[in-house]
């Protein structure tokens, strides 16, 4: 089996973690984390790897290094927001493919093959923890599962389980 952790990055301000943001990611990392980390894993936004810098130090691996991997991250995210503010606040992926077909089924498959090739590179038994964005995590994992999660919330995410070639998608939670 092989594990991913992919959760939203917390509250930010542009691309920088707010105080707020940093309290949250630090309660996620003493209350949430489920070391050893094989890999740790960012878009490559800055809000992402600074939230990752700090579940990192609380999984006490300071000595694994984070990765970036682009293709978690989108690269039309205008279109994304704005097919998400015509869909409605709080909207999931099929209400966003109502809107914007060809954007969801596009951008899933190069999402979801991007989840695919972090989980193959994985040793038997790793665990990777990965901080990415909403709905492009959504995404993914809709591109690799073809299950539709809820929107993710700051700090939310899920757990992708993959045992011979099969996933399961699972709910990760947030402190209050």
């Not at 992919?6 to 973690?17: E, F, K, P, S, Y």
């Not at 943001?21 to 936004?45: C, K, M, N, Q, W």
């Not at 970036?68 to 989108?74: A, C, Q, T």
């Not at 809820?150 to 011979?164: A, I, M, N, Y």
């Amino acid at each position: 089996m092989r594990y991913v952790e992919l959760r939203r990055h917390t509250d930010n301000d542009g691309d920088v973690l707010t105080d707020n943001g940093v309290a949250a990611a630090e309660a996620i990392g003493r209350d949430e984390l489920h070391p050893p980390y094989t890999a740790f894993i960012s878009t490559g936004a800055n809000r992402a790897t600074e939230m990752l810098r700090i579940l990192r130090r609380h999984a006490g691996q300071d000595d694994v290094e984070i990765t970036e991997k682009p293709g978690l991250r989108s690269s039309v995210e205008g279109r994304w927001r704005d097919t998400a503010k015509t869909a409605g606040k709080g909207a999931d992926l099929e209400a966003m493919r109502r809107v914007d077909p060809d954007l969801v089924a596009a951008e899933t498959r190069l999402l979801g093959e991007a989840l695919r090739s972090v989980i193959e590179s994985l040793p038997e038994g790793g665990r990777a923890l990965v901080v990415g964005h909403t709905p492009t995590n959504e995404a993914a994992v809709f591109g690799l599962v073809g299950e539709v999660v809820p929107p993710l919330g700051k700090g939310h995410g899920v757990l992708v389980t993959e045992s011979g070639g099969s996933y399961e998608v699972a709910s990760l939670g947030r402190p209050g």
